[in-house]
């Protein structure tokens, strides 16, 4: 039974084990307008509002800067999460750099699948295929090693249909309402089923969010003095799975503060919303709807990755703010900006 | 084995698992002597000039202000930790305060020698008996009655032979030390073997270091919807032990970043320095030295409590910077201050 909650919970880290991007907008805030990409819709209005009323000293809603936590899911919340979650991307590719030091996988599954890129027989090796794939490319390898191949990875690598690289796919809107924040004495955070040192590898200076400030799933790690050069060495095994009840969790273990702004996309990010509904300071949900077939993609309450099916039902019942995003946005992406 | 360990673990959890202090002593930084509750000694010099240096443009050895993270052990390196970590005595009253829904305890040990002040009898029952006042102790209830529980014990109780209450005990150098890193741009951490949660709920104001700056061991926990109230509830065992290994591996885990200061006062800080000492960046390794018997406590080699034998060794053999506490510090506690 404990494993069988492992193995569901390493499936759960693989398909929301993903993770941001590296566009470096620098975006100025307008002070007219500080959502220059979103239209003048009511998701925006609503959020205006709320930053208005929770800053104004003179209101009853005012909040301390020090409590001022904000928290962002990253796949499909900031970045782009389809077909597949980018992180499994960067694992069947590291599994290809990888293989001239491995002959054996040639022959072995899941690794064999993935060399010869047939993702039908891939799925077929199912969630055991999965965690071989994420331990062997995630794992045997320092902290420092391992945020290289990322690096690597990301400055080299194009998204399969998008065809521009992974750190392109990040939402425009959501650059400019983690800057808002900001300029509003927020402290953003990245919340993400993500992996975290995959994430701290590059997402910084996109979203203008600092390595303490990312939070996500991890795998166990061990420290080896190394005859005075010391390193952190990443283990095979899971430690913790940064989604679903684990996002509050996470939070209070390692902010130790319950948010007041919290935006997800998901059902793995409803916990992280009802613990953000709670605060007894005035809060703000958020949820990004994906219901744009044609700049980016259509997905959710059947979907496999993404799926969002509770959270909508909360959304609807409690009053949280949902974004449209083919309704609510503008543009998608930074280098729709560029191209208009 | 592993149960092994993990008793092992626990008992460093208990007997490293202390901390911090209530003076809200706002040391505005004095321009000409940044620190002034220090001796013009080797130990000051070596600090300013280190600070001076790496915050200095104009020199190689410049570090940017982002990478500037700072990280300081509690017990015994902030406050004082003898004759026993204050958590465990935080741990004894609580048995005391619930007694009276457990009349069992009355012929149960280890809660019976606790409420029958038989200290001798509390020894004997050794490492399982503190396991037991623990868990018994730190679970079983909501994070935000556990703070409560912490906030109340903090403000009404005294230290057994200083009779002053156990946040009055923080050194009034290392205060000085904290502020005058924040005013060159350090980013300030407390990195302790002591309960995170118990730390958090009144360190901050002490410190100036908020909750999301704490890090510290804790139990596990688990999060419930509770009908729209959710609530944060601390279960009965071990999630993560931050001693010796266990700091450097939380600082890679939590911050993401090494850093480039460090302060501690015991072996179970040695692996934060060695993590330290390996930074690209110009680093600072101190070690808090336990000499003075009339104002605070003498031990190190062979105590107890706070043991410093691997770590003086080290910090002789590679030059770290060792605090003597009876020649170096002119005062030890802020109320010293009021009284001279």
Request: proline share 4%; with cysteine.
């Amino acid at each position: 039974m404990k494993n069988a909650i492992k193995i569901t919970s390493l499936i759960l880290f693989i398909f929301f084990t993903l993770t941001s991007c590296n566009q470096k907008s620098k975006l100025e805030i307008n002070e007219t307008d500080p959502l220059p990409s979103w239209n003048e819709v009511e998701s925006k209005k609503e959020i205006v509002a709320y930053v208005n009323d929770v800053t104004n000293t003179e209101s009853e809603n005012f909040i301390p800067i020090k409590e001022r936590i904000a928290t962002f899911d990253n796949d499909g919340n900031l970045w782009s999460e389809q077909p597949a979650y980018f992180q499994l991307f960067f694992a069947i590719d590291r599994v290809k750099a990888m293989a001239i030091d491995h002959p054996e996988w040639k022959d072995q599954q899941p690794f064999k699948a993935v060399l010869e890129d047939d993702m039908e027989e891939l799925k077929k090796q199912g969630e055991h295929g999965l965690i071989q794939l994420v331990m062997a490319t995630h794992a045997g390898n320092t902290t420092e090693e391992f945020k290289a191949y990322v690096k690597d990875w990301i400055a080299t690598t194009k998204h399969p249909t998008k065809n521009v690289s992974y750190d392109k796919l990040v939402y425009q809107p959501m650059l400019e309402l983690l800057q808002y924040l900001r300029a509003n004495d927020f402290k953003t955070y990245i919340v993400s089923g993500g992996g975290v040192d995959f994430m701290r590898a590059f997402v910084t200076e996109i979203y203008g969010i600092p390595e303490e400030q990312i939070l996500g799933s991890r795998i166990k790690t061990k420290f080896e003095y190394n005859n005075g050069n010391p390193k952190i060495v990443r283990v095979a095994e899971l430690d913790f799975i940064d989604d679903k009840d684990g996002k509050p969790l996470n939070i209070q273990k390692i902010i130790g503060k319950k948010p007041v702004f919290s935006s997800g996309n998901s059902d793995g990010d409803l916990q992280m919303m009802q613990w953000t509904a709670s605060n007894k300071y005035k809060s703000f949900m958020l949820y990004v709807h994906h219901t744009d077939s044609i700049r980016e993609w259509a997905y959710d309450r059947n979907s496999h990755i993404g799926k969002l099916d509770k959270g909508l039902d909360q959304a609807n019942k409690d009053g949280w703010t949902v974004i449209d995003m083919e309704n609510d946005w503008k543009v998608i992406y930074p280098f729709e900006l560029i191209k208009n």
